[in-house]
């Protein structure tokens, strides 16, 4: 064969040397800045984007009077808010900082296993946390008819936490099935997917890159807390938090806890639609007859949900070592 003659073989290897020498330096250009860094802007930058952005634009398309808004127009700008201020950078901070956007959002299809076993934890979590957000308020209402100072931090807290219910409440209101359908959609399935894919996806994976997973998921679900506003449920929101953390990190793939935000907020929705009030965020008590019967079924499903646990770690573990 003459040395002018071409060949095939020859090209298709140089070729494929070339982008890998190209993915090479790519590679190490990137990530962009630090990983804590990465976290922290997409905390910052979303929080901004969909708490003032998109409360501005809501308060330019509905006026000051939402109450007298349409429903529907709001719901569909909840939906709107999620993908555009909450998804959208999570993607596109994803693609800036890390050059790849699987580095830190996979989407593997977990086994059938994996999802029935985190499903069956998520449904113990549910009401376990119902049950500690009963005997929380218990105490506080309590320390508060004491304690002063107490009881001007749970008139403010009361103040926050009606508006919370006001605005699910309003959310949450269906006549008819279309209308419980676009419940559904705007609260259980849009929020599950838009903030999975910012928190546990782009954020917690950010912290891990530099952090211990466990602090990383424990820092997440902290941010991710605080994030939703609810004073009284900021620790049940965190110990969810942790879990759809614990469930990221396990599974290696966002699909499981999308699936486990989904089912914690479909069951909130299905809770309204039955009894006609939002349980997840009420934070009303009643007696001490209550408050025993709820520390004997906290303690009970404390109980249910490490057994719940350590099948999962078992599971992993036995996977792992085969």
């Not at 676009?182 to 599950?192: G, N, Q, T, Y």
């Not at 912290?207 to 466990?214: D, G, I, N, V």
Request: hydrophobic share 55%; aromatic share 14%; net charge negative.
């Amino acid at each position: 064969m003459s040395e002018f003659e071409n060949n095939p073989q020859q090209d298709d290897e140089e070729e494929k040397s070339r982008i890998e020498e190209k993915l090479k330096r790519a590679r190490e250009t990137y990530p962009l800045i630090s990983p804590i860094a990465a976290a922290f802007l997409g905390l910052i930058g979303g929080f901004f984007l969909y708490q003032f952005v998109g409360g501005a634009l809501t308060l330019v398309i509905f006026g000051f009077d939402l109450e007298s808004a349409s429903v529907d127009g709001l719901r569909l700008m909840t939906m709107a808010g999620e993908i555009l201020f909450i998804l959208l950078p999570a993607l596109l901070f994803a693609r800036w900082i890390y050059g790849d956007v699987s580095d830190v959002i996979s989407v593997k299809i977990p086994s059938w296993i994996e999802v029935v076993l985190f499903s069956v934890g998520i449904i113990v979590l549910m009401p376990l946390l119902q049950s500690y957000l009963y005997i929380q308020n218990f105490i506080i209402e309590r320390l508060a008819a004491n304690v002063e100072i107490i009881n001007s931090i749970k008139t403010v807290f009361d103040s926050l936490n009606d508006m919370v219910e006001k605005t699910y409440g309003n959310l949450l209101a269906a006549h008819n099935i279309p209308e419980m359908i676009l419940v559904v959609i705007a609260v259980s399935i849009v929020p599950a997917v838009c903030e999975e894919v910012m928190f546990r996806g782009y954020i917690q994976k950010s912290f891990q890159f530099k952090l211990k997973p466990f602090r990383a998921a424990f820092i997440t679900a902290i941010f991710f807390s605080l994030y939703h506003f609810n004073p009284y449920g900021f620790f049940p929101l965190a110990a969810l938090g942790l879990y759809l953390g614990f469930a990221a990190y396990l599974s290696e793939s966002l699909v499981v806890p999308i699936v486990l935000h989904f089912l914690n907020n479909f069951g909130a929705v299905l809770l309204y639609f039955i009894v006609g009030n939002d349980e997840l965020i009420n934070s009303d008590v009643t007696n001490a007859e209550g408050m025993q019967s709820n520390i004997f079924i906290f303690v009970i499903l404390i109980f249910l949900f490490t057994l719940v646990i350590f099948a999962i770690k078992k599971y992993y573990s036995k996977i792992r070592n085969a």
